[in-house]
């Protein structure tokens, strides 16, 4: 408990020193979330199937729900500004599992505030989804991708904390090339996945088993991420 709460010492101050952090964020993410809702509506093949290339958007965009776009975020690649913020860290007598879990917790936040802007606006200007018109469908359909994001956000903390900016900019392509190669396998299989993820939250709602199973993966992928970064973080160098 003490890590949780010195963790979350870590998170507040983060946010006092960036008061409108919060707002460039939501901006951002509505924009996501108009272009994911127009995406949805327009990408569809000449058998009344949805496209590809809404999957593969979704695939991509979904992790991103679980950041905040503060100066570090974006700065990463030309400051490495996380490796900075760790060797900051390590000058201070605060345990580098509390500055994980801080990080963890900023992610887990961000899911909660950033999803609801992003899922409302999807659902509210996509006719694709207007149809089901079922707060329970609604529910289980956001909540089944967040599940997927927190397991690829916990990929993108992993990485954040081990590796430089260079490095993690080229590693975040190669995991939007692997939602690409995803993307490819699904659609030759005949499947489409937010098809297939829309038909589960509306058969099932809330009691969906893939809801269900992308959120365990999800927790799990955090909890994972959390030790493994933790152990090898000690033997990092941070010069």
């Known amino acids: 408990m003490t890590i949780i709460k010195q ?3 870590i998170t507040r101050q983060d946010f006092r020193n960036n008061p409108y952090v919060m707002l460039w964020t939501l901006l951002f993410i509505a924009y996501l979330g108009f272009t994911m809702s127009f995406a949805v509506s327009v990408h569809w093949d000449e058998r009344g199937n949805l496209s590809p290339v809404a999957d593969f958007i979704m695939l991509v965009l979904i992790p991103f729900l679980g950041y905040i776009y503060n100066r570090r975020a974006f700065k990463y690649l030309q400051e490495d500004s996380y490796t900075h913020m760790l060797a900051f860290f390590r000058t201070l007598p605060i345990p580098m599992n509390a500055v994980i879990m801080s990080r963890i917790q900023q992610a887990l936040l961000a899911f909660v505030v950033n999803s609801v802007i992003f899922f409302t606006l999807l659902f509210t200007l996509s006719a694709t989804f207007r149809v089901y018109a079922s707060t329970g469908f609604f529910v289980s359909f956001a909540l089944t991708w967040i599940g997927y ?7 993108y903390i992993h990485l954040e904390f081990l590796k430089k900016g260079k490095s993690y ?7 939007m090339l692997i939602c690409g190669i995803v993307t490819i396998i699904v659609r030759v299989c005949g499947a489409n996945l937010v098809s297939i993820t829309a038909f589960y939250s509306k058969e099932w709602q809330l009691l969906s088993p893939v809801m269900w199973g992308a959120l365990l993966a999800g927790a799990l992928g955090m909890w994972m991420s959390y030790r493994v970064t933790q152990r090898k973080l000690m033997k ?3 010069t």
């Open 7 to 9: 963790a979350w010492k």
């Open 236 to 238: 990092r160098d941070l």
């Open 169 to 175: 900019f080229w590693l975040s392509i190669v995991i």
């Open 149 to 155: 994001g927190m397991l690829i956000q916990a990929i």
